[in-house]
Structures are given as C-alpha cells and as structure tokens.
C-alpha cells in the first residue's frame, strides 16, 4: 500500500488552492492525506469547504493570543497533535516568525501569486499591472523568514492581456495554481524534492533557478 503524505493546510480566507489540494488528494492524484485545515479566522469560508469534504478542521483565532510567538506555539501544537509531516500555506495572512520557520524549515510550502522575486507581499496584480509587465504568474516556495523569500521551486508564467484588470489577471494567474501546487506537494510525497542546505533539491539534482511549469517533469 502506498504510503500517504500527512499535511496540514493552513488558511485565512476561501481556501480555492486548499480545494485543489484535497481534490488532487481525494482523486489520487496527489499521494498525501489532508490531516488537518486550520484557519486563524472564524470567518474563513475554507472551514465550511473543507468540512464539506469530511476533512478535520481547526480554527485559532489571532486575536485571542498575546502575541504572535503565542499564536504560533498553538499553531505547531495543531499541527503536530494532527501528525502533519509537511505544511501548505493556501492564502494564510500571518507573517510567520523566524523560529516558526526554523521550526518546520523543509517542511513549510507556501504559493504566491507573482514570479518571485517580483511583488512580495500584496496586490500583487495591481502591481504588474501598474509597472506595464508583459506577463505575471505564480510561484511555489519553500517559507523563509524573508516574506516570500524562500527558495522557489516552481513556477508558472500567464500573459497580460490588454484590457486586463487585477481581477481578471488574478482569476487566470490562480487556475494555474492550481496546477503547480499539488505538483509541487507530489513530488515531496514522492521522496523526489526535498530543502538541502537551503537549496531545493529534486531528484537528486540541486536547483540553480526555478523549473517553469512547460518544462516541469512530470
């Protein structure tokens, strides 16, 4: 029998690549197993989502911590008690402290809607948009202490179209998220992608620069 990846999701908002996620795991496409959504918002309508599809949720709202340090220890309690091995950010809103990091470090993914290094952070569309580039895209990484720092592992390029507003360019950047997530996720469930000495290292070769996703092995 095939061995699952246990992963946690953490999320803030609607949690769309939380979804893909499950599906991709759910169809078998994805060898990992959802032990866990947590959300640090009660409004999140990803907790709704994910107890639709029979996954265990959890819901830690910031502002009943002190602090962030706080936060974060019944955070990695959540996720340890669930026995997650690797840990998917899906539109998660805290910035995470360096010893959160340090604590799961090689095993923390997050996606963000942009070719990192360009536009960390947010409005990451607007953004594209305002500086007149001809393409945008997305970028799946392993989480830093830098925001959106972390090494990328993948990545997936989408044209600008004239007339583009950061709606629509969002709307199709996060199709392709879709995509490269659980793409990204398999191949850490497969044993074939793993953080050594904080370099991405797939099937035994290290990563200079990002894989595009045309070029991606399968």
């Known amino acids: 029998m095939t061995t699952r990846l246990p992963l946690a999701i953490l999320v803030s908002g609607r949690g769309s690549n939380m979804l ?10 994805l060898a990992a197993e959802v032990r866990l959504v947590l959300a640090d918002r009660p409004e999140a309508a990803a ?16 502002r009943d911590y002190p602090g962030r340090e706080a936060f974060e220890a019944a955070l990695g309690d959540a996720i340890d008690a669930s026995g997650a091995r690797l840990v998917a950010l899906s539109g998660f809103m805290r910035i995470l402290t360096s010893g ?5 470090a090689g095993r923390l993914l997050n996606i963000h809607p ?5 536009h960390p952070g947010l409005h990451t569309h607007a953004r594209a948009l305002a500086a007149g ?7 799946v990484h392993f989480v830093t202490a830098e925001l959106d720092g972390g090494p990328v592992v993948l990545q997936v390029r989408v044209p600008v179209q004239p007339g583009d507003t950061p709606d629509t360019l969002a709307a199709r950047v996060l199709t392709q998220e879709y995509l490269i997530y659980p793409r990204v996720i398999s191949w850490i469930a497969a044993g074939r992608l793993a953080l050594v ?11 200079d620069a ?4 045309p070029q991606a092995p399968a």
């Open 20 to 29: 893909a996620i499950a599906r991709a795991c759910a169809s078998g496409a």
């Open 47 to 62: 907790l709704e989502l994910a107890a639709g599809l029979g996954l265990p949720t959890c819901m830690l709202h910031f």
């Open 100 to 104: 959160f990091t340090a604590r799961y």
């Open 114 to 118: 942009s070719l990192l290094p360009r």
């Open 133 to 139: 580039e001809r393409e945008a895209g997305a970028s």
């Open 197 to 207: 000495d904080g370099r991405p290292v797939l099937d035994g070769r290290a990563l």
């Open 210 to 213: 990002p894989l595009e996703l």
